[in-house]
């Protein structure tokens, strides 16, 4: 008997979970989505108005999903039960309490698919639940399948069982192909990306139909849907696709992305907020911190207070000392500087959201 699984779609505050869930509403009204927002209590302002904006749009209210029930919002009620340790790259406590558990907590033992915003220009994976009930499936890349999915059904061991599938669901006219790349093992001279690859080629939905009759004996959510119409998905959203969406659909991109024209010592340059999170990120370069302090200086000041007993938001600086003038002033010019060498390095458009996209590790939980 097939089980009924949940269709989840996680808002972060950020231009591509919002993209993904106006994507879906658009190409995909038949697949009836849940979608919640992980409230740590210190986003930034522009954060809740993109929430209210999404929900007018969707027609459905966001599911605001919190940590914790006390006096204290999640943030202050954990840094408590840490003992004002605040969370960091190496220690990041803040991803499994405030986002992951409450989540995984909200979905409970039902099965669900978790829709992703991972970008087809991204080299990352996003989230994936180590929960068997859990599954994501990243619906603006050319396949919908998380890696881990990919390797298992690309292994040399499945090359017989996939070679059957694609002569069952594939285009007469290719199968002959299609099994002479499937016949060819994995190997140092035919790597598993290439195979990937030569058979998306052929045809993304066919591949993406193949992996959903494969995962039919297995332990995945996908497995109990009698029919997907996201097979048939060969949409690749980039970038560029995801700002198109905003602007087609009359929503405001987070004002966090606009770019800032500052002056410094005679030199011109723009920043912005690169990602959404809370105000306070760890993952901010310093330059985001000083577009924190100039742009929301009351935010910089409640993310000063948490400094204290030793602790810092950044290995080397303290707040207090990265907004002392000559201090700021490096900052701007470095950033300056370093803009302008990836400007010229990469050959890209002139937008810091080019420029810097793939500059910093990040957190996905937070920022898809």
Not at 143 to 148: A, K, L, N, Q, V
Request: glycine share 4%.
């Amino acid at each position: 008997m097939t089980k009924k699984v949940r269709h989840v779609l996680g808002i972060s505050g950020g231009k591509d979970s919002a993209a993904l869930a106006m994507y879906m509403k658009m190409h995909h009204p038949e697949i009836d989505m849940e979608y919640y927002f992980s409230d740590t209590g210190k986003e930034l302002p522009e954060t809740y108005e993109l929430i209210a904006e999404l929900e007018s749009f969707l027609g459905k209210k966001i599911k605001k999903l919190e940590a914790n029930h006390s006096h204290k919002n999640p943030f202050d009620h954990y840094l408590d039960i840490y003992n004002g340790f605040l969370p960091s790259s190496m220690a990041r406590w803040c991803t499994q309490k405030l986002k992951l558990e409450p989540f995984e907590r909200w979905i409970g033992e039902d099965l669900a698919i978790s829709y992703v915003g991972i970008r087809d220009d991204e080299d990352r994976e996003g989230y994936v639940s180590t929960k068997s009930n859990i599954q994501s499936v990243f619906p603006f890349r050319k396949h919908i399948w998380s890696m881990e999915i990919l390797h298992k059904v690309l292994h040399n061991s499945n090359r017989e069982k996939i070679a059957e599938l694609y002569e069952k669901h594939g285009e007469k006219n290719l199968i002959a192909r299609f099994i002479e790349i499937i016949d060819e093992p994995q190997s140092p001279k035919y790597l598993f990306s290439q195979k990937m690859n030569d058979l998306l080629q052929l045809s993304i939905s066919t591949f993406n139909r193949v992996v959903f009759y494969f995962l039919k004996n297995e332990n995945y959510p996908v497995s109990h849907l009698n029919e997907y119409s996201l097979l048939e998905n060969e949409d690749s959203v980039d970038i560029n696709k995801v700002f198109q969406l905003f602007k087609e659909n009359g929503v405001k991109v987070p004002g966090y992305y606009d770019e800032v024209e500052f002056e410094v010592n005679g030199q011109k340059g723009k920043y912005n907020r690169s990602r959404s999170g809370c105000f306070f990120c760890f993952y901010q370069r310093k330059i985001e911190w000083i577009w924190l302090y100039e742009r929301h200086p009351e935010l910089f000041r409640k993310a000063q207070e948490y400094e204290k007993d030793g602790y810092s938001w950044m290995d080397n600086e303290t707040l207090e000392e990265i907004i002392q003038p000559e201090r700021m002033t490096q900052i701007k010019l470095d950033y300056i500087a370093t803009l302008q060498k990836k400007l010229n390095s990469k050959n890209k458009s002139n937008k810091l959201i080019d420029i810097l996209a793939d500059e910093n590790e990040v957190c996905a939980n937070c920022f898809i």
